[in-house]
């Protein structure tokens, strides 16, 4: 819509059709396309957008691959377009792939590593001193009642309550 406005307002400064394809980075047919929508009905008119576009190849495989996904959920969108490849015989591009998964309310879920153990003798006996001298204590007084216990990262084997 930007583009088509800015074009149009190129031209009523009376600039040569080259430079505002230029100016604009479109094609000369497309400027042509952008001035008989105005001609033809002003503003109004370059807002409609009346492009269709192709329909997806993979809607009508849709429900199979939502519930093979929901089942498997894929590690990547690389492995993802691979299923479908696999399941479909359609091959797809990863931003095809990215697209539709979101189309379908599939969500690219961020993960990270859990930190391992202290591998170094002097933080391993730190650990150990912090976890009987300080946390078991304050875990103990939580269990019993006599204080409240906010963690404030999910349970690991060292928090947890059980």
Same mark, same amino acid.
């Given at each position: ?27 000369? !047919? ?19 957008n009346l492009h269709k576009g192709r329909e997806n190849q ?10 093979? &996904? ?12 691979k299923v479908i490849e696999e399941k479909t015989g359609i ?5 095809? !792939? ?7 309310? &599939? ?56």
């Amino acid at each position: 819509m930007q583009k088509k406005i800015e074009a149009i307002y190129l031209k009523s400064h009376n600039l040569p059709h080259k430079l505002i394809s230029k100016i604009c980075n479109i094609s000369s !047919v497309t400027l042509s396309s952008y001035l008989k929508q105005y001609s033809d009905g002003g503003i109004e008119r370059l807002k409609l957008n009346l492009h269709k576009g192709r329909e997806n190849q993979l809607e009508e495989y849709r429900q199979t691959l939502e519930e093979y &996904f929901t089942e498997n959920p894929p590690h990547s969108t690389r492995e993802a377009a691979k299923v479908i490849e696999e399941k479909t015989g359609i091959k797809r591009g990863l931003t095809q !792939v990215r697209e539709f998964l979101k189309k379908h309310k &599939f969500k690219y879920r961020k993960t990270a590593i859990v930190p391992g153990k202290a591998i170094n003798k002097e933080f391993i006996n730190e650990q150990e001193l912090f976890k009987k001298e300080e946390l078991e204590p304050v875990l103990d007084e939580g269990k019993n009642g006599r204080r409240e216990v906010f963690l404030w990262m999910p349970p690991t084997s060292y928090t947890s309550l059980s």
